[in-house]
């Protein structure tokens, strides 16, 4: 029972151990990942993963959950209070659970959904055919506008009116720019839906004041805790007092069993963390960094979808400098040199989901190594020059040196080195 990691086990210490030199040696671009804090990750790993604790505070139906209670009272109330929400459900395992519970809660199977579609820069759980929000509930699909590539809400409107939906989503895994939740209050009043706020990408913005809120506007937030939040893999859901009943049964027992206590542990860590100034510095960080980088990208010659950016993430359009390059392609030659992205559907993409015609970049992990602007104009510049050098592999040797330079000067989890 004592023995350390290295003892029991040096494969998987082996495994991490590379790992941890990728992600220190790596620009690493994925706007929906994150470094969590050190405390956060102890939080993670403690022994409060031991006990089973189905219920919630105050009604389990286990012994010995006392500290249970404590753990988990303790992240719900740090959630109310960093998101000014009347009621949090911290248990989503995940945010497609957290998403699955929502229209658990609120919908029959059949009830129309009406969400952003995938290929435009919605979740997977915002009705996608693949996925069983697609597969139980009639959906109907916005997108963006061709000319704008924003989100029109005329159009919107239009559509709810059309559709009649009993529950809008509103939020996205590539969108670029800010969600006006007033406006989507609005027509979800108009037709009478809910107004659910998938605020997963955006929650850290949010909670750092550089994004607008939809507390006052949505009927039920959810969100992830490892991304902009920066906390731990997990979701919570926050709702109006007069939903929480539903809620509250519809994560524990409609679909899950016990609750992850480590992992909330963890969340309320995160909250507090969060609660900092220091993280609306952060925050506003990030999105300087990412309107830089921008800037730097579209200097450079590319084009990207709706202009720029003004949140953490932008979409690189790629057809517009290389029509060959797909995105998976251009993903590929990035890691080579030490850049990682993702390959991403751009709007009205003529390729597949699996090639694609762009790549989404974020600045949320190169924000928490504590890059600033002029190291944006660097990392858009090896990734300018990695695509236009893409097949000479010795260019992107060094390149991939260069990056690893930047990347040392502003290392991250030094404790374990
Ligand atoms: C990431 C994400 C989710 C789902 O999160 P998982 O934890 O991967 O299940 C849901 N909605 C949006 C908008 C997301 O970006």
């Given at each position: 029972m004592n023995k350390l990691l290295g003892e029991v086990d040096p494969q998987i210490v082996e495994i991490t151990a590379k790992d941890l030199t990728r992600q220190q040696d790596s620009l690493m671009l994925i706007p929906s990942e994150n470094y969590a804090s050190r405390a956060v990750?102890?939080?993670?790993?403690?022994?409060?993963?031991?006990?089973?604790?189905?219920?919630?505070?105050?009604?389990?139906?286990?012994?010995?959950?006392?500290?249970?209670?404590?753990?988990?009272s303790l992240a719900i109330e740090r959630a109310k209070a960093l998101f000014g929400v009347e009621h949090v459900n911290v248990q989503p395992h995940a945010g497609s659970q957290a998403n699955m519970a929502v229209y658990h809660a609120m919908l029959e199977p059949g009830d129309t959904i009406l969400g952003m579609s995938l290929d435009q820069g919605g979740h997977l759980t915002h009705g996608a055919n693949v996925n069983f929000s697609g597969n139980l509930y009639n959906i109907a699909a916005y997108g963006v506008n061709a000319d704008t590539e924003r989100i029109d809400m005329e159009e919107i409107a239009r559509l709810a009116e059309q559709h009649r939906p009993k529950l809008i989503v509103v939020g996205a895994t590539a969108y670029p720019r800010h969600f006006d939740f007033a406006a989507w209050r609005q027509i979800a009043d108009a037709v009478g839906a809910y107004l659910l706020a998938d605020i997963a990408h955006i929650a850290g913005l949010i909670a750092g004041d550089v994004h607008p809120d939809p507390a006052p506007y949505a009927d039920v937030i959810t969100t992830t805790t490892h991304k902009t939040l920066r906390g731990p893999r997990g979701a919570m859901i926050m709702c109006r007092a007069e939903y929480a009943d539903k809620i509250d049964r519809a994560v524990f027992p409609g679909l899950q069993g016990g609750p992850f206590l480590h992992t909330i542990a963890a969340r309320a860590v995160a909250f507090k963390e969060a609660s900092e100034p220091d993280f609306k510095t952060y925050q506003a960080q990030i999105v300087k960094n990412a309107k830089a980088l921008a800037e730097r990208l579209i200097e450079n010659g590319f084009r990207l979808v709706s202009g720029g950016t003004d949140n953490h993430l932008m979409l690189m359009d790629l057809t517009s400098k290389y029509e060959k390059l797909?995105?998976?392609?251009?993903?590929?030659?990035?890691?080579?040199?030490?850049?990682?992205?993702?390959?991403?559907?751009?709007?009205?993409?003529?390729?597949k989901p699996r090639t694609t015609s762009g790549i989404r970049l974020g600045t949320p992990m190169i924000t928490t190594r504590g890059m600033k602007e002029d190291e944006m104009v660097s990392v858009a510049d090896f990734i300018t020059e990695t695509l236009e050098n893409r097949q000479k592999a010795s260019i992107k040797r060094q390149i991939r040196e260069k990056v690893k330079e930047l990347c040392a000067q502003f290392p991250i989890y030094e404790y374990l080195e």
């Amino acid at each position: 029972m004592n023995k350390l990691l290295g003892e029991v086990d040096p494969q998987i210490v082996e495994i991490t151990a590379k790992d941890l030199t990728r992600q220190q040696d790596s620009l690493m671009l994925i706007p929906s990942e994150n470094y969590a804090s050190r405390a956060v990750m102890e939080a993670q790993s403690s022994i409060l993963a031991n006990k089973y604790a189905e219920g919630y505070p105050g009604e389990r139906y286990y012994n010995g959950c006392q500290f249970m209670d404590d753990v988990e009272s303790l992240a719900i109330e740090r959630a109310k209070a960093l998101f000014g929400v009347e009621h949090v459900n911290v248990q989503p395992h995940a945010g497609s659970q957290a998403n699955m519970a929502v229209y658990h809660a609120m919908l029959e199977p059949g009830d129309t959904i009406l969400g952003m579609s995938l290929d435009q820069g919605g979740h997977l759980t915002h009705g996608a055919n693949v996925n069983f929000s697609g597969n139980l509930y009639n959906i109907a699909a916005y997108g963006v506008n061709a000319d704008t590539e924003r989100i029109d809400m005329e159009e919107i409107a239009r559509l709810a009116e059309q559709h009649r939906p009993k529950l809008i989503v509103v939020g996205a895994t590539a969108y670029p720019r800010h969600f006006d939740f007033a406006a989507w209050r609005q027509i979800a009043d108009a037709v009478g839906a809910y107004l659910l706020a998938d605020i997963a990408h955006i929650a850290g913005l949010i909670a750092g004041d550089v994004h607008p809120d939809p507390a006052p506007y949505a009927d039920v937030i959810t969100t992830t805790t490892h991304k902009t939040l920066r906390g731990p893999r997990g979701a919570m859901i926050m709702c109006r007092a007069e939903y929480a009943d539903k809620i509250d049964r519809a994560v524990f027992p409609g679909l899950q069993g016990g609750p992850f206590l480590h992992t909330i542990a963890a969340r309320a860590v995160a909250f507090k963390e969060a609660s900092e100034p220091d993280f609306k510095t952060y925050q506003a960080q990030i999105v300087k960094n990412a309107k830089a980088l921008a800037e730097r990208l579209i200097e450079n010659g590319f084009r990207l979808v709706s202009g720029g950016t003004d949140n953490h993430l932008m979409l690189m359009d790629l057809t517009s400098k290389y029509e060959k390059l797909s995105g998976r392609q251009a993903a590929d030659h990035l890691e080579d040199a030490g850049i990682i992205v993702n390959k991403n559907t751009i709007p009205f993409d003529k390729r597949k989901p699996r090639t694609t015609s762009g790549i989404r970049l974020g600045t949320p992990m190169i924000t928490t190594r504590g890059m600033k602007e002029d190291e944006m104009v660097s990392v858009a510049d090896f990734i300018t020059e990695t695509l236009e050098n893409r097949q000479k592999a010795s260019i992107k040797r060094q390149i991939r040196e260069k990056v690893k330079e930047l990347c040392a000067q502003f290392p991250i989890y030094e404790y374990l080195e």
